[in-house]
């Protein structure tokens, strides 16, 4: 995972994680990336400093969230079991399945799964409703 410091044309400022730099490409040019202050798709990296492994051991970094800030992960960290317990986990099929669902090919139902950027922005080209299912600190610890 990789963090992007952002701007919208609001001049707001905020981060985002993606995969890679060809995720933030797709989520950006399908609508994805919005500002979170004023909804703006009109977003663009901002310049930030480089991480730079020295091969001592890592530090944690630590971020003070505020009440309002800590509901939002929450509810996010939610969502995100909610899609896990009640949707089958299809792995890398998951373009393949969401357009069997699609087009009636297969039963409906929810799934979750990994897709290249490609797949994404085909699937959505198509007409295929789909979010990103956030992976988020809990997930790596």
């Given at each position: 995972?990789?963090?992007?410091?952002?701007?919208?044309?609001?001049?707001?400022?905020?981060?985002?994680?993606f995969r890679n730099n060809d995720d933030f490409d797709q989520q950006l040019k399908s609508g994805?990336?919005?500002?979170?202050?004023?909804?703006?798709?009109?977003?663009?990296?901002?310049?930030?400093?480089?991480?730079?492994?020295t091969g001592r051991k890592k530090e944690q970094i630590a971020v003070s969230m505020d009440e309002a800030q800590k509901k939002i992960l929450n509810d996010i960290q939610d969502l995100a079991r909610k899609v896990r317990e009640n949707?089958?986990?299809?792995?890398?099929?998951?373009?393949?399945?969401?357009?069997?669902?699609?087009?009636?090919?297969?039963?409906?139902?929810?799934?979750y799964g990994e897709a290249t950027a490609d797949d994404v922005t085909s699937l959505v080209d198509e007409g295929i409703e789909i979010m990103p299912l956030p992976a988020l600190p809990e997930d790596k610890n």
């Amino acid at each position: 995972m990789i963090r992007f410091s952002l701007n919208c044309a609001s001049n707001h400022h905020f981060e985002a994680w993606f995969r890679n730099n060809d995720d933030f490409d797709q989520q950006l040019k399908s609508g994805f990336v919005t500002c979170p202050q004023c909804g703006s798709q009109s977003v663009q990296k901002a310049l930030m400093a480089p991480s730079v492994s020295t091969g001592r051991k890592k530090e944690q970094i630590a971020v003070s969230m505020d009440e309002a800030q800590k509901k939002i992960l929450n509810d996010i960290q939610d969502l995100a079991r909610k899609v896990r317990e009640n949707a089958d986990y299809v792995g890398d099929k998951f373009a393949e399945e969401a357009r069997k669902i699609h087009y009636g090919e297969t039963e409906q139902r929810g799934i979750y799964g990994e897709a290249t950027a490609d797949d994404v922005t085909s699937l959505v080209d198509e007409g295929i409703e789909i979010m990103p299912l956030p992976a988020l600190p809990e997930d790596k610890n």
